[in-house]
């Protein structure tokens, strides 16, 4: 499965998936793959081989030579909700919705030049509002001379009955933000600064044969709004306490340098697990991670999905922020999950209001009952205990919400337990893709469809290995649009209700 984060940049613009083995869930995509399927012979079908199908559904075009074109030769009608009215014969680039006809053509081009079929997701915007989540197919088609040279194509469209209210339009290419990605977190950097339309703010990082570390930026910041992009997950040969102290350091830099205000932005943050007392003498790490932000010139925090937002909160002096990617986890799922009857469940006790709130979120977009479990868990010395499961969970499809996927383990006993109860699918969905220790093996054993997660971790070596039921889906949009309204573009609470703007 090819997913955003590993899509180029042009296309992650345009689609919120794309997948160079699809699994289509519409109606009319399933029934085009499937028949291009059934119509290939060793080598892509041509379009005689598909027109008489056409005719019912879907549409096919023709790459005009010489030019970046393409023209429609059947379905014009089919594809009218992406172009808006077009007749057969008409260009691409004639279509009255350029955006629509920007997608299609980068789409063709993509799936000419693998040879394979694709699939993609998106949302419908319109005046600012999710109007509705798109599934389109494309499949390459041979020409009489044997060349890749046309595509047949397909797509289901799903309306929001219950659309997310009209946001403010965000302010773009306001260069008086400085935005700096360290270390791992430069692929997010970039797309964060692409979507604030702003440069990403260069600076040095010099590793001493000690293994010490030094960090400087390379322009001047001297009365600037400084934002510091450091997600702090442990990776190999680089833990999450030496990203902290790097990010620390860099955060005290600028401030000698000058700055005027400096967030610290760390979509996942390190020690946030031990944020409260379980044993005599137990430490408060969060607490602690607070303080040396504080002390080193933090202005303020910023993460996505806070394993615990009120000890989030009480821990930091400084402005707190809790994003959440719930609206970009509810529109995945609005789409991904079609008519079927859902459910949401919370692995763990902990985890319920978090999963609720979730439910609650995906029961507005799907405009029909969403049914609730959980599971009881207990962690003591590293052994998980816990057996009892509620919820009404049969015959339904059933989305497992965690803030977090480590080993795995979690996750894997809610899935059993699910399975147990009578979920028809099981998918997770966890903000955080750790994937530590042996979490692919533990995943692999469970009865899962999917694991959804975000990008807010930097891609491994486990995501690789997970690849074929891994999604992964940017918040790029989420915290340039929190970074946006931080500098003066409006109110954050109005973004965690209503979640980033849709596909652009
Ligand atoms: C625990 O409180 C967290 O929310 C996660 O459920 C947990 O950290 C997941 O860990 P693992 O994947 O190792 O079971």
Not at 404 to 430: D, E, K, N, Y
Request: charged letters at 25%; hydrophobic letters at 45%.
């Amino acid at each position: 499965m090819t997913t955003l984060a590993e899509t180029p940049p042009f296309l992650k613009r345009l689609f919120e998936r794309l997948d160079f083995a699809p699994q289509p869930i519409g109606a009319q995509t399933r029934h085009a793959l499937e028949h291009w399927l059934a119509s290939r012979r060793g080598v892509a079908p041509t379009f005689a081989d598909v027109v008489a199908d056409l005719r019912n559904c879907g549409f096919a075009f023709r790459a005009v030579p010489d030019a970046r074109d393409y023209e429609i030769v059947i379905g014009a009608k089919a594809v009218a909700p992406l172009l808006g009215a077009v007749t057969e014969g008409a260009r691409l680039s004639e279509a009255p919705d350029r955006r629509g006809a920007v997608r299609l053509r980068r789409l063709f081009d993509e799936v000419l030049r693998i040879g394979e079929p694709a699939l993609v997701e998106f949302t419908l915007v319109e005046k600012g509002r999710d109007r509705a989540g798109v599934e389109l197919l494309a499949a390459p088609l041979a020409l009489a001379d044997g060349a890749l040279g046309a595509v047949l194509g397909a797509l289901d469209i799903r309306r929001y009955e219950a659309p997310a209210p009209a946001r403010e339009a965000r302010p773009q290419g306001d260069e008086s933000i400085l935005l700096f990605a360290l270390g791992s977190s430069l692929a997010l950097g970039e797309s964060v600064a692409r979507e604030l339309a702003v440069p990403l703010a260069p600076h040095e990082e010099r590793r001493f044969e000690d293994g010490e570390r030094k960090l400087r930026p390379l322009v001047g910041v001297r009365g600037k709004d400084a934002y510091v992009l450091a997600s702090l997950e442990g990776e190999a040969g680089d833990s999450g306490a030496d990203k902290l102290l790097r990010l620390v350091f860099f955060i005290g830099a600028l401030r000698d340098a000058g700055a005027a205000r400096v967030t610290a932005i760390a979509p996942y943050l390190c020690y946030a697990r031990k944020d409260r007392r379980t044993k005599p003498q137990d430490p408060v790490a969060t607490r602690y991670v607070a303080q040396i932000l504080e002390a080193v010139g933090a202005d303020r925090i910023v993460t996505v999905d806070a394993h615990n937002i009120a000890a989030f909160e009480n821990a930091f002096r400084i402005e707190s922020v809790a994003l959440d990617a719930q609206a970009l986890f509810a529109r995945y799922f609005a789409q991904r999950l079609g008519a079927e009857p859902a459910a949401v469940v919370s692995p763990d006790l902990g985890g319920e209001k978090r999963a609720e709130l979730f439910r609650q979120r995906l029961e507005t977009m799907l405009a029909r009952p969403v049914a609730k479990g959980f599971m009881d868990k207990h962690r003591s010395m590293g052994e998980v205990t816990g057996e009892i499961f509620a919820g009404d969970i049969a015959g339904r499809a059933v989305v497992i919400l965690d803030d977090l996927i480590s080993s795995g383990g979690t996750m894997a006993r809610a899935a059993r337990a699910c399975r147990a109860h009578g979920a028809t699918r099981i998918f997770l969905a966890a903000t955080h893709g750790l994937f530590t220790r042996d979490a692919e093996t533990t995943l692999r054993e469970a009865p899962i469809e999917e694991i959804v997660v975000t990008d807010t971790v930097a891609p491994s070596d486990a995501h690789e290995r997970l690849r074929g039921r891994l999604v992964i889906i940017g918040v790029a949009p989420l915290v340039a649009e929190a970074i946006a309204r931080l500098h003066g573009a409006g109110s954050i609470d109005e973004l965690l209700e209503t979640g980033p703007k849709g596909a652009p």
